[in-house]
């Protein structure tokens, strides 16, 4: 059913970081939420078995019938799996903790690195007519980040601004430069974005000068700040820019997919 041969026109980026609790999940839907207001069409694929981009957009677990569980294992169509949310324009691909066994069971599959890439190449996606997948990996560098790696044109890096934040770079940077070498060589690398930054505070500008003197431009110019408005959205069941669309955590979002977009050189 699937054709790995086949193009796709959407932009996919994998949001990834082995670290928990350093805003992959927060970036992912806020950086999900700016594309779709800019009018682009994103959908937004829900890869940690916590679930909790899917919970933060407002899909009860009781609405997750098909999940990307069912999409890795089950090899089920991406029309049963996409579900809307809230937000026109942002489309998502739910999970629940199902996916935590995903990992052993993929292993038996010969093409088990391959299964989002070839999920996301099912020719019943067109319907969609996506301009961005966004990936919201889980804290690990599993099979499920392998899958996600597998499958992107790039991976996006959030960093949160404290101490060690760098440490767990070189692994991250190790495992790209695998999957390059074996799955796809074209991997890039979208950029590093410095989050819950705190201007008064020493750390953040010491990671960040620590950052951009490591990598360069690879680090995105905007920074998102540490907002009380960000860590509140999701209890709401809002991206942040839904809940207080003028915060600084709004503002700082739509930046950041401004940034992207820029990079990309295709505003619509
Ligand atoms: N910029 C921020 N300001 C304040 N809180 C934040 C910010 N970014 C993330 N958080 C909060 O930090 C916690 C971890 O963020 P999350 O995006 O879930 O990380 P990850 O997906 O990497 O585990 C969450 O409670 C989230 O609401
Ligand atoms: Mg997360």
Redo the contacts with the bound molecule.
Sequence with gaps: MSDPTRPTGAKIIAVA?Q?????????TINIGAALAEQGFNVLLVDL?PQG?ASTGLGLDSAKRDKTTYDLLVEEAPISEVIKPTNIEGLLLAPATTDLSSADIEMFSNEKRSFLLHDALRQPDIDQYELDYVLI?CP?SLSLLTVNAMVAAHSVLV?LQSEFFALEGLSQLMLTIREVRQSANPNLRIEGVVL??YDKRNNLSLQVESDARDNLGDLVFKTV?????R??EA?SYAMPVLGYDTNSK?SVAYRKLAEELIRRHGQAL
């Design positions: 970081n670290k928990g609790g350093v805003g992959k999940t927060t970036t940690d909790n919201d804290p959030p989050t819950m998102i700040p540490r907002n009380v960000i860590s999701p955590g």
